[in-house]
């Protein structure tokens, strides 16, 4: 079993920047991790990959302000947010598959409001 735990959220002004980040409890050297969020009132939709390798995916939607990157010594991902909107505001969790089970973190709230 794998526990994550998402951390870096808050409250941030139209145009302002988040690091979140995603700490596992075992290694993830050889897995990949995503992040994906939830707006109030909406179904959870997802927002980033990052492969094992490094590769990075992300959303039509955060393509060019968001960027992904991984510590694997830490265990941690991390989504770094830039010109964020008001649209972005939502719970945003990490997501890593093993042994075909998806696990979830709690999740840590993204607020982007004036």
């Known amino acids: 079993q794998v526990q994550l735990v998402e951390s870096g959220g808050g409250l941030v002004q139209p145009g302002g920047s988040l690091r979140l980040s995603c700490a596992a409890s075992?290694?993830?050297?050889?897995?990949?991790m995503g992040w994906y969020r939830q707006a109030p009132g909406e179904l959870r939709e997802w927002v980033a990959t990052?492969?094992?390798?490094?590769?990075?995916f992300l959303a039509d939607s955060v393509k060019g302000r968001f960027t992904l990157s991984r510590d694997n010594a830490k265990n941690t991902v991390y989504l770094q947010m830039n010109s964020l909107k008001p649209d972005d505001t939502a719970v945003y969790y990490c997501?890593?598959?093993?042994?075909?089970?998806?696990?979830w973190g709690k999740g840590t709230l993204v607020t982007v409001s004036s």
């Open positions: 997501n890593i598959g093993r042994g075909g089970v998806a696990y």
């Open positions: 075992g290694s993830i050297f050889n897995n990949a």
């Open positions: 990052i492969t094992s390798g490094g590769s990075t």
